[in-house]
């Protein structure tokens, strides 16, 4: 996996470079991408490369270490910032906590306490990179099983109405994130998308050939196929884990879906 990028901002040159030389970055993950002596320079550095973690002194000339987490934080609102400061001072704290600054160490400088710190957040960013990797392979396996609908979205886009194109794939992504939930409809689509229910059901329709509705119920029951493979699965957990509070309501579509019950269908994998 690839390793968390830290950006370090110190003005004073020999805590700098104890920073940069005191700790070993590589064993913790890390990759320090760059050491800046201003906040201007640590912007500017973060224009060519976006670091996962910003370090920064709070007391540097003209940007402080403050202002340039306001920057970070407009700019690039996953970068995770650590003040490391001598600034001990209540007000400091205060507007450090405003700007949801991830952490606070004050000086004189610990390696231990910043290889700890440095290290959890790294192992954090990871987790979360790791999690994000499994959606996104799950993700793709439930738009492997919608081949219809992913070849038409295509065309639709080279027709020239890449705008269309891109909500229809929006309201698509939503309903894959979101189609085992039970109180999951239309309505939420809709809202992530920003287009009325009845225009998005519309526009779904000409670009896949059928409705959010539809495709929602295809959705789950594909879902429920896959988990019906299992040899011990037990058809009433499985009607729960893909949205459905109705056994018997879940038995008819799956029949209409496939020609067999739910039941018949697990049986076939025994």
Not at 181 to 195: C, I, K, M, P, T
Not at 213 to 222: G, K, V
């Amino acid at each position: 996996m690839e390793k968390c990028k830290l950006l370090i901002a110190e003005d004073v040159a020999t805590v700098r470079e104890a920073l940069c030389k005191m700790i070993d970055w590589p064993s913790l993950g890390v990759d320090l991408t760059g050491a800046a002596e201003s906040g201007e320079e640590a912007l500017e550095l973060m224009e060519r490369n976006v670091p996962d973690i910003l370090l920064t002194d709070i007391g540097m000339p003209k940007t402080n270490g403050l202002e340039l987490i306001a920057s970070v934080t407009e700019k690039y609102p996953n970068v995770k910032c650590v003040i490391l400061s001598g600034l001990n001072e209540f007000e400091h704290a205060r507007q450090a906590i405003r700007l949801k600054v991830h952490d606070y160490i004050l000086k004189p400088i610990d390696p231990e306490e910043i290889q700890h710190t440095i290290g959890r957040i790294a192992e954090q960013l990871k987790r979360e990179r790791s999690k994000q990797e499994e959606l996104r392979a799950a993700e793709q396996k439930v738009r492997e099983r919608l081949p219809i609908l992913s070849e038409r979205l295509p065309d639709l886009a080279i027709s020239g109405n890449v705008k269309k194109s891109k909500l229809v794939e929006q309201a698509l992504s939503t309903m894959i994130a979101g189609f085992r939930s039970r109180d999951f409809s239309l309505a939420d689509v809709a809202a992530n998308v920003g287009l009325s229910e009845k225009y998005l059901n519309q526009l779904f329709k000409e670009a896949t050939g059928v409705t959010v509705y539809a495709c929602l119920i295809r959705l789950r029951m594909d879902e429920a196929a896959e988990l019906l493979k299992e040899p011990y699965a037990k058809v009433y957990e499985v009607c729960d884990r893909i949205g459905y509070a109705d056994q018997d309501h879940f038995r008819e579509s799956f029949k209409k879906q496939f020609g067999v019950t739910p039941t018949e269908y697990r049986n076939r994998f025994l």
